[in-house]
């Protein structure tokens, strides 16, 4: 990869892109329709309807990416330039000629026999050379136990929308456990230190180790297999797998094992013990990092982009200069891949100035995560001294199940930034903490890149309604401007770019107001303004609700209007238990309890919102009872405590991931508020204060409790969600009354 040539490409090349691509067609280097990456992908997506399209290799022009499609009724023909490309061009002519699509949540793919001609061609060029998925905590927070069967699609779903680097952990296990075996390790030794797979991401960022393990050799054994087969399908895609980079992060006793070796301690991170720091000015580390390079190339290949995040979240450089060791850092992976990008995070001061004053710049790529959180960013060229990087968003923190995201920041910024004078802005980099939500968000995001001048919302999200369902619908169309409205139109003002947790999933408190340490305390737009979306897509037409687009996000807005509740009541529970007025404490908590159990129905009827299924995925990779028992639980502690009592209390993590899930609404967050309102409504009756509630102690049990989860959905949504509509009908008019 030829970064300088990737790096440069603005609307004058992309644009001149597209129209050479237009100019070329019926000169395509591979005029074969032949199995290619693109068929077999769409074999898989649209196994009645493949046959009907020839997908074609055209070279890029200026180095932009681009795609052509063009054809008559059944005789699709879709030219670009990788094959990932291809089938980017070939969704985005599903999305706005067939009106159907492909999601992480929920697709619509109801199409007729024949797929309809494309009255003028379809030509699009990429206006960023750089688009690129995944944050550093998805594996864990999405599905640290998924197979194949998953990432399969998921590479494909990725493809389609447009993206062509796709971060890449699993399999980094394996790397740093054949790497330091050669250092003086035993195998024991390092699967202790290695964390389970849910808690991996934050070992390989240097924040904590262990947690979750032992590791087993099978299962080190099973994600190479599995990492082996992602990075290969996505270089048959066109794709680059980033992979993990090696900045110095060693296990304990590195400088006994290798004399001479200057090791400096990290100290802490929310709780956890931090890995010892490797000083990269070593010889220590040149040895250690060949030695990394190398297993990691042996194992899953080489790349040409590489993720390395030193002193991550509050690192500690100790005695050494930051800017050398950044240099021996890199010199480490230039002398492994002399033409390979160092890809890093923007996030909180990293990176730090003197890292990219250090470095050669034109081969470092900042993919930002605060590009829609804070008002105050706003010249990344001067923070970054001009390094190339990526408009990110992380609109999601921990797997919340919560809808939304700051859709008119990215409509304003993202094109301003990109054309304004000197702009180095070469991407965007899709980086919820967990993926698989938010399909509208997802969508609306991807097309940045392949949209030629300003995204106009109202228009975008009326053409979404459409190709979400599968055909134009009044209500559907209203019931999408209420959600553009409200949970699609907040912005970074608030300084926030997730939307709001419910209070449900929070520690029980009549002050509570967010379930996890670092989410928004209050809403960021009127609930009850967001709730007439739910009635309009109850009204959407019958031949419409058949997808499961519309199945899920009929969920998902039923969902958020029952935990808007939680918001609504606490307070007034809050005011009935200080008043000692016991009648109304007991009604109110009563109806807290009904709203919960709704929420548990609603969210039981789908099968990516149980519980039981995650645990099923960990209890999946243990080859003994004792090791499901151990990857359960990594899993399932992830969820609720995420670590030990130090991490969980002291270090705020615990809920940081917490979700309305079937098993986690009706199990642990049921069980905690009725502890809770129990223990107050006691104390009203005896006239003295509540006691104490040690909830690590009573959540720990719980996680530790081996208890069947429903692995199957059950119920109907519509059912549920027409319920759930009447009750925040005569919730609304009561709340109305009570302020009137």
Not at 61 to 81: M, P, Q, Y
Not at 144 to 162: I, K, N
Not at 179 to 196: K, L, N, P, S, V
Not at 287 to 298: D, G, I, P, W
Request: glycine share 8%; proline share 5%.
């Amino acid at each position: 990869m030829n970064i300088s040539r990737r790096t440069i490409i603005g609307a004058v090349g992309a644009v001149g892109a597209a129209a050479a691509l237009g100019a070329a067609s019926g000169t395509a280097a591979d005029a074969s329709p032949g199995r290619s990456a693109a068929s077999r992908a769409l074999a898989r997506l649209l196994p009645h309807h493949h046959d009907q399209v020839t997908f074609r290799t055209v070279p890029a022009k200026d180095g932009a990416d681009a795609f052509r499609v063009s054809g008559t009724t059944g005789h699709i023909t879709v030219e670009g330039t990788t094959p990932a490309v291809q089938l980017t061009g070939f969704h985005h002519y599903l999305r706005s000629t067939a009106h159907a699509h492909f999601s992480w949540t929920g697709e619509q793919t109801a199409l007729s026999r024949k797929l309809p001609g494309v009255t003028e061609p379809l030509v699009r060029a990429a206006n960023v050379a750089h688009r690129y998925a995944l944050n550093d905590t998805s594996d864990g927070y999405t599905g640290p136990y998924q197979g194949w069967d998953y990432w399969e699609h998921e590479l494909d779903v990725l493809a389609l929308h447009g993206y062509n680097e796709v971060l890449v952990h699993t399999g980094a296990d394996s790397v740093y456990h054949r790497t330091f075996m050669e250092h003086g390790y035993t195998d024991t030794e390092m699967r202790a230190w290695i964390a389970g797979p849910a808690h991996q991401p934050w070992w390989l960022l240097q924040n904590m180790s262990a947690f979750g393990g032992p590791v087993s050799s099978q299962l080190l054994d099973r994600r190479l297999a599995l990492g082996r087969r992602i990075v290969n399908r996505l270089r048959e895609l066109g794709m680059t797998p980033v992979l993990p980079g090696y900045f110095g992060t060693v296990p304990p006793g590195f400088a006994d094992r290798n004399p001479g070796a200057h090791v400096v301690p990290q100290g802490d991170w929310v709780g956890f013990t931090r890995p010892d720091w490797l000083d990269p000015r070593t010889e220590s580390f040149t040895r250690l990092a060949e030695t990394f390079y190398r297993v990691q190339s042996e194992l899953l290949g080489d790349s040409d982009m590489y993720k390395v995040d030193l002193l991550h979240e509050g690192g500690v450089p100790g005695d050494v200069p930051v800017g050398d060791a950044a240099r021996a850092v890199e010199s480490a992976l230039r002398t492994a891949h002399p033409g390979a990008v160092w890809n890093i995070l923007g996030w909180q001061t990293n990176p730090r100035r003197e890292i990219i004053d250090a470095v050669d710049r034109t081969k470092l790529f900042i993919v930002d995560g605060l590009s829609d959180r804070f008002p105050t960013v706003t010249d990344r060229e001067k923070d970054w001294a001009g390094t190339p990087y990526a408009f990110g968003s992380i609109w999601n923190f921990g797997g919340h199940t919560t809808m939304g995201a700051n859709t008119a920041d990215w409509a304003e910024l993202y094109g301003k930034w990109r054309t304004k004078q000197g702009s180095a802005l070469a991407g965007i980099a899709l980086m919820p903490e967990a993926a698989d939500n938010n399909p509208a968000a997802f969508a609306l995001f991807s097309d940045l890149p392949w949209t030629e001048g300003p995204l106009e919302l109202t228009t975008w999200f009326d053409r979404w309604a459409v190709q979400r369902y599968g055909a134009p619908d009044r209500h559907a169309t209203a019931a999408w401007d209420t959600l553009r409205r409200t949970a699609y139109g907040t912005t970074r003002q608030d300084s926030w770019a997730e939307g709001h947790d419910g209070l449900f999933g929070a520690r029980p408190s009549l002050t509570a107001s967010h379930g996890a340490s670092w989410s928004p305390a209050a809403f960021r737009y009127d609930p009850a303004e967001f709730a007439a979306a739910l009635p309009e897509l109850l009204a959407v037409a019958t031949p419409l609700r058949r997808s499961t687009a519309y199945r899920y996000d009929l969920l998902d807005v039923t969902r958020q209007v029952i935990s808007h509740r939680s918001r609504v009541l606490l307070p007034l529970i809050k005011t009935a238990y200080d008043t000692a007025d016991r009648p109304r404490f007991a009604r109110l908590a009563d109806e807290w309890f009904g709203w919960m159990e709704l929420l548990e129905d609603a969210v039981s009827t789908d099968s990516r919102h149980l519980l039981g299924r995650w645990v099923a995925d960990a209890r999946a990779w243990g080859a003994t009872a004792s090791e499901r028992d151990r990857l359960a639980h990594d899993a399932l502690s992830l969820l609720t405590v995420w670590g030990d009592r130090s991490a969980s209390d002291r270090g705020g993590l615990h809920d940081y991931a917490n979700r309305e899930w079937a098993g986690l609404v009706g199990g642990l967050y049921t069980l905690r508020w009725k502890t809770y309102f129990d223990e107050l409504a006691a104390a009203l009756a005896e006239d003295r204060a509540p006691a104490a509630v040690d909830w690590y102690a009573l959540e720990d049990t719980w996680v530790r409790t081996r208890r069947p989860y429903a692995t199957r959905p059950s119920g109907d949504i519509v059912r549920v969600a027409r319920k759930a509509a009447a009750l925040e009908r005569d919730a609304a008019a009561r709340d109305a009354a009570a302020t009137s």
